[in-house]
């Protein structure tokens, strides 16, 4: 009933937001009276807020139109490379630009869709020929599709990534840290002539012992049977997916927003400020960061239960236990692929130490081959968007790629 009665309660919202939006138009409308006097501004002000904050939401564009090049105003399309039920490798063609390392920026499957790194695909677009993984959202997925858990996600990747072909470089953000090492583990061992010819993860949960996070003591303080019983839920008829299990967008989204639910009602109360000033530009920069954050999709269940299981309770890559379809994933099979882990200081998702961890497991990757990198005063988003990601991080990113391409 979980997942029905999310629906009902967010249809109530929806209609709330409607008539709220409606109101703060009319309080609003420099053509009413009572918008200058009587509170009016300051009533509209929060009627918006709360409209905002109720409104449903789809999966969002990339909307990444052009990019400048060498001071030149580019074209940029988007191209679907190879099409799969749970997810899509798509392409960001640059019009006339040939040429450029070919970078596979592999998307979290963590709650929120990929256009969360719209930030930072569009940093790498001047550089690099951008590829991108676009999970599907579970709930869309017909049953008919079958399954998808951790080793479905590694065989994407490995498929992403002969369809990019040889000689491409991967960019693991957060989440895909441990699935993408796993894939240039066993390509490593198969000698497979589209392995990776550099792995970058950042903010990754390779070894979660290391400064465990409240994520982390989350996982693992309760067992495995609780998170079955009490975080899945099946889709309700409305949807193309239904009577699939999964665990839904919309609980991975209240815990994260639970985390820090003290900054997230101040960023409501600055955007009411903003309005009641009169400053539309800095409440339109909330307004779309929030349009992306609250974005979410639905995850199968066995995806979620196997990643909860082997990464943050069993701790089965780092303790040399992971397998892939019976295969184990050794990471001593990395000989060539040149490995930089990224660490946000302040990063309260994946602590100091996690991703880093992906080094020393690599015993037999030479020491030139690897490099760790801790951005200072970064938190976790920041690993990825923003201004210390364009300034500081990207152009590490970039040179350990232009070094080994």
């Not at 993408?180 to 066993?186: F, P, Q, T, V």
């Not at 309260?348 to 990757?365: E, P, V, Y």
């Amino acid at each position: 009933m979980l997942y029905d009665a999310y629906e009902f309660q967010r249809s109530l919202l929806a209609t709330a937001s409607a008539m709220a939006n409606f109101g703060a138009g009319m309080l609003q409308n420099p053509a009413n009276p009572f918008a200058y006097f009587g509170g009016g501004q300051i009533m509209g002000s929060a009627l918006e807020v709360f409209a905002h904050a109720a409104a449903p939401r789809g999966k969002p564009n990339f909307a990444l139109e052009h990019v400048l090049i060498d001071g030149r105003d580019v074209a940029v399309r988007e191209e679907v490379v190879l099409r799969k039920p749970f997810g899509q490798l798509k392409r960001f063609v640059r019009d006339g630009v040939e040429g450029g390392p070919r970078l596979l920026i592999v998307a979290p499957m963590s709650g929120h869709f990929a256009t969360l790194l719209r930030g930072t695909v569009e940093r790498m677009l001047p550089f690099a020929d951008v590829y991108i993984t676009d999970w599907a959202d579970a709930k869309l997925v017909p049953l008919a599709e079958g399954s998808f858990d951790l080793d479905d996600y590694i065989d994407y990747l490995v498929e992403f990534l002969e369809a990019i072909g040889p000689g491409a470089h991967m960019l693991a953000v957060c989440q895909p840290s441990v699935p993408s090492y796993a894939a240039a583990c066993l390509m490593s061992a198969q000698q497979h002539p589209c392995r990776p010819r550099t792995l970058t993860m950042m903010g990754g949960p390779v070894d979660t012992r290391e400064a465990p996070t409240a994520v982390n003591q989350l996982a693992t303080e309760r067992p495995h049977a609780w998170f079955e019983q009490n975080v899945i839920a099946t889709v309700p008829a409305m949807y193309p997916g239904a009577g699939r299990r999964v665990y839904p967008g919309f609980l991975q989204l209240t815990g994260f927003m639970s985390m820090n639910l003290g900054n997230h009602m101040m960023s409501h109360w600055e955007m009411f400020k903003h309005l009641v000033r009169g400053d539309g530009q800095s409440a339109d920069a909330t307004k779309e960061f929030y349009d992306e954050y609250r974005s979410v999709c639905d995850m199968t269940a066995e995806y979620y239960l196997q990643t909860i299981d082997q990464v943050f309770q069993r701790h089965a890559l780092p303790r040399g236990a992971m397998t892939h379809r019976g295969v184990p994933v050794d990471p001593d099979a990395i000989t060539d692929i040149a490995i930089l882990a990224v660490e946000g200081e302040r990063d309260d998702i994946s602590g100091l130490g996690q991703t880093k961890a992906a080094l020393t497991l690599a015993s037999n990757l030479p020491a030139d081959m690897k490099r760790y990198y801790m951005a200072e005063g970064v938190g976790h988003y920041g690993i990825f968007n923003g201004s210390k990601w364009r300034d500081r991080i990207a152009p590490v990113v970039e040179a350990w790629i232009a070094a080994h391409d």
